[in-house]
């Protein structure tokens, strides 16, 4: 894997998001609550450019192209988020990241983790370890070292949209976590997995490209990582690209809130009307 590479085709990528970010742009909208920036096609661009030349026998699924027809027919594929968090970058809140994936047979193997307007980068899968930055700009990329620690009450992280909609107002959350809301779920997954946080939580659809990326860097931290409805394993690049909610953290934590509260859980799931 060739990973000099691809790190300089997600730097440029971030850096060209930079660009318009600390710019005015212009919004469009691709279906009611659904934007898209010239970031967002920007970024798509360069990604599916620069993997089409790198690995020419790979499939490449991401949000902003048309359905690829036979994509089940890889048993490679990378899948893209130009801007996960579109509504944060549009919001000029930093909340935001560019998520690159990729899954053999079905496995989320490595991800890769960009936020262009805190420069911080994460990548790594469970065959390579974990890698971050705290500058993609300047600063090489070091080995993570694990030192996680479990406070009293564990760290949890919620989409901020979820939590605006009063979705984790049961008592269950609020007594027994400390919560932080951030707004995209790869960044999240991303600072789930490299040890700022304990559990993360989302009780709406997931697309594939919105977790395949972070969901990569959780497993290559051992950490578990379940869809919330059925508890099962996330699996990638199938015929249904939506997943029903997730949870996602410290084995220990997510067992023992399974143990107790399974149904509750699976229960908390909300599909969108």
Same mark, same amino acid.
């Given at each position: 894997m060739n990973f000099k590479s691809l790190l300089s085709l997600l730097h440029k990528a971030g850096e060209a998001v930079r660009e318009i970010y600390f710019q005015p742009f212009e919004v469009y909208w691709k279906g009611e609550d659904d934007p898209l920036t010239q970031a967002d096609l920007k970024v798509n661009a360069i990604l599916t450019k620069g993997l089409q030349e790198f690995?020419?026998?790979?499939?490449?699924?991401?949000?902003?192209? /048309? #359905?690829?027809?036979?994509?089940? %027919?890889?048993? /490679?594929?990378?899948?893209?988020?130009?801007? %996960?968090? $579109?509504?944060?970058?549009?919001? /000029?809140?930093?909340?935001?990241?560019?998520?690159? =994936?990729?899954?053999?047979? =079905?496995?989320?193997?490595?991800?890769?983790?960009?936020?262009?307007? $805190? $420069?911080?980068?994460? &990548?790594?899968?469970? /065959? &390579?370890?974990?890698?971050? $930055?705290p500058n993609f700009l300047s600063t090489p990329y070091q080995p993570f070292s694990f030192n996680f620690e479990t406070s009293k009450k564990p760290r949890l992280l919620l989409s901020r949209s979820e939590v605006k909609e009063g979705l984790f107002e049961?008592?269950?959350? #609020?007594?027994?976590?400390?919560? #932080?809301?951030?707004?995209?779920?790869?960044?999240?997954?991303?600072?789930?997995?490299? =040890?700022?946080? %304990?559990?993360?939580?989302?009780v709406r659809p997931k697309n594939e490209w919105d977790v395949c990326g972070g969901i990569a860097l959780v497993k290559a931290a051992g950490l578990e990582c379940l869809t919330l409805q059925t508890l099962q394993e996330y699996r990638f690049n199938e015929e249904n690209l939506i997943k029903p909610g997730l949870l996602a953290g410290k084995k220990e934590i997510i067992s023992y809130m399974i143990e107790t509260k399974a149904e509750f859980l699976k229960n908390s799931y909300r599909p969108r009307k």
């Open positions: 690995f020419p026998e790979d499939g490449i699924l991401s949000e902003e192209e /048309k #359905q690829v027809l036979n994509r089940r %027919d890889f048993s /490679k594929i990378w899948i893209i988020d130009p801007i %996960d968090g $579109t509504k944060e970058f549009i919001d /000029k809140n930093p909340e935001f990241a560019i998520s690159l =994936g990729l899954a053999i047979d =079905g496995k989320p193997e490595l991800g890769f983790i960009i936020n262009p307007a $805190t $420069t911080e980068a994460f &990548y790594g899968g469970e /065959k &390579y370890g974990l890698y971050f $930055t049961d008592e269950y959350w #609020q007594k027994n976590f400390s919560i #932080q809301a951030i707004g995209s779920i790869a960044y999240k997954l991303a600072l789930l997995a490299f =040890g700022r946080a %304990d559990v993360l939580v989302s």
